[in-house]
């Protein structure tokens, strides 16, 4: 999903899905879907009413409006002028209410769009906070080929020509699912959730060298794509000589972490070498890692199991063997 900035870019791409209209007219400045300075950059992106946490969209439904019923002629005035003062960057009526005249004639000296929608504010704040927590994530680009791997979303890194499209294509024959090649884009949409798609240019393609570009989803079906999944290991392709091998830990191997936007992700290091089967290595790097989430490690399973052998092992006679 590619960024929004602007209550403009937000009514074209999901204004019709929840039947949004302008009742202010489209013309005015363009409305930021972030704040610009002080506390105006700490507000909320979407709420119902709101003046003590305000929100850049804020959204009155019939409860708001009985709310607002209950109130004082002066506690009325003040609530809603607490309303516009704190810049919203558009006031939404869920229910197809008609604004009262208070709302017009600030919303025209604040320059505050007002918009309609037949539908509840449950249902518009719940459709607008999936939407903008996608929209707007802060977003990078990782080279790399990003697969779905036994259900989980792999990204695998490597040098220049190291074998990675090749890998790729040998996972995609096991059955594996290809998401984007070259540069996948990932976006930070929950604190500690990266979700990786592609490029539109780049969906379905991979480039193999010697083959040239593939559709892989013409050659192997639509089973064979995805176009989102959310990162959860990252396989990185490496050349070893031997004493870089040497020092390669036997029982824990080479798991350490990247951080990306923020986010630490489970790295393993696959060492490159002709005759190594690399789309099974992967495969297995991915199961050890689901039994890592499930709380399993096989490394530290052996080292209690040696030293419950220690413990328990009956001691040598003195004089030694007979």
Not at 4 to 32: A, F, H, N, S, Y
Not at 183 to 198: D, K, V
Request: aromatic share 6%; hydrophobic share 45%.
């Amino acid at each position: 999903m590619t960024q929004v900035k602007t209550l403009q870019e937000v009514m074209e791409r999901i204004g019709p899905r929840l039947k949004l209209r302008w009742l202010t007219g489209q013309r005015g400045p363009v409305q930021p879907l972030r704040g610009t300075a002080g506390a105006i950059c700490g507000q909320s992106l979407v709420g119902s009413l709101n003046c003590i946490h305000p929100n850049r969209l804020q959204v009155i439904g019939q409860p708001e409006l009985l709310y607002l019923a209950d109130l004082g002629k002066t506690a009325y005035r003040e609530t809603v002028k607490k309303l516009f003062a704190s810049r919203p960057a558009a006031v939404i009526f869920a229910d197809d209410i008609d604004p009262e005249a208070s709302f017009w004639n600030w919303s025209k000296s604040t320059e505050t769009p007002l918009l309609g929608s037949p539908l509840s504010d449950g249902e518009i704040v719940s459709h607008l906070r999936y939407f903008l927590t996608n929209a707007l994530a802060d977003r990078t680009t990782v080279h790399g080929v990003f697969m779905e791997v036994l259900g989980m979303g792999v990204l695998l890194t490597g040098d220049p020509a190291i074998g990675k499209s090749e890998l790729a294509l040998d996972l995609i024959n096991r059955g594996q699912r290809l998401i984007a090649d070259d540069a996948p884009e990932f976006a930070h949409i929950a604190p500690e959730t990266l979700q990786g798609s592609c490029p539109p240019l780049l969906q379905d393609f991979l480039e193999v060298r010697g083959l040239g570009v593939l559709n892989i989803r013409a050659m192997f079906g639509e089973s064979a794509v995805r176009q989102s999944k959310n990162l959860n290991l990252i396989v990185d392709l490496r050349s070893l000589n031997e004493k870089e091998l040497a020092v390669i830990d036997r029982l824990s191997g080479t798991l350490s972490a990247r951080t990306i936007l923020g986010v630490a992700v489970p790295e393993v290091t696959m060492p490159v070498a002709p005759g190594r089967n690399l789309a099974i290595l992967v495969e297995a790097a991915v199961r050890h890692q689901i039994l890592r989430i499930r709380g399993y490690d096989a490394g530290v399973d052996f080292i209690e199991r040696q030293n419950r052998s220690v413990e328990t092992a009956a001691p040598l006679p003195v004089g030694g063997f007979e």
